[in-house]
């Protein structure tokens, strides 16, 4: 039972580059969301889905796409990436009541 | 607007000193209140949730208490091993949809 799996764990991109983080779990969980989390400013949610094929935007989601094909995935594109990204980010789930399970973290940098 | 409020910013104690951490909240449609530590270059890490206010909960040196405005994470005797962010949490119902909206944290210290 591994948890939250996010790769890669760090990243250097150029402002207009694209990518992809990587977001895994294998507690069978419905609810998957991604966080930023810069100094000072606390974790902010960027989007949410509460289940396959269901998505949604949280308090941060510009720039940002994402989508959900399986319960297990839900990967975060930066489609043209710029400094204001960079930032270290944040995939978590949970089930009904319990605590959210986060995963370790994704430092990306765009220069 | 949803919004949590953790005090203070940055908190050193002695090993043994018993302190307590703020959590203050304003949030429409309370599901919940979550309690986190965070290690550097780590995610957080659960340790509490409480639902209604007089709850109480504990695990090891720590005790989280909650409020209809506000919530407490007692530390007794702490160790040098409690030494990390805490983050509060709360997980809110906007239109239709729950989501969680943390506060900045409070970095804890502890000196053997």
């Known amino acids: 039972n591994a948890g939250v799996t996010q790769t890669p764990k760090f990243q250097v991109l150029k402002t207009g580059q694209s990518m992809t983080l990587q977001c895994a779990q294998d507690?069978?969980?419905?609810?998957m969301s991604w966080y930023r989390q810069d100094p000072g400013m606390g974790l902010r949610l960027i989007h949410y889905s509460v289940g396959a094929g269901i998505t949604d935007q949280g308090e941060v989601p510009n720039g940002y796409n994402v989508s959900r094909s399986t319960t297990e995935d839900f990967p975060l594109r930066l489609l043209s990436a710029a400094p204001s990204q960079t930032s270290v980010y944040f995939c978590?789930?949970?089930?009904?009541?319990?605590?959210?399970?986060f995963g370790s973290g994704t430092r990306l940098t765009v220069v | 607007e949803d919004q949590v409020t953790q005090s203070p910013e940055a908190l050193r104690l002695q090993e043994g000193e018993s302190s307590s951490l703020n959590c203050s909240y304003t949030v429409s449609g309370l599901r919940g209140l979550f309690w986190y530590r965070q290690d550097p270059g780590k995610g957080p890490e659960f340790l509490f949730t409480?639902?209604?206010a007089g709850e109480e909960k504990e695990k090891e040196r720590l005790k989280a208490t909650l409020t209809k405005k506000e919530s407490f994470l007692h530390i007794t005797a702490p160790k040098p091993e409690d030494s990390a962010t805490y983050l509060c949490a709360v997980q809110a119902v906007q239109g239709g949809s729950e989501k969680l909206v943390f506060g900045k944290g409070t970095k804890l210290t502890v000196n053997p």
């Open positions: 978590a789930s949970r089930e009904g009541p319990y605590g959210y399970t």
């Open positions: 507690m069978n969980h419905e609810y």
């Open positions: 409480l639902y209604s």
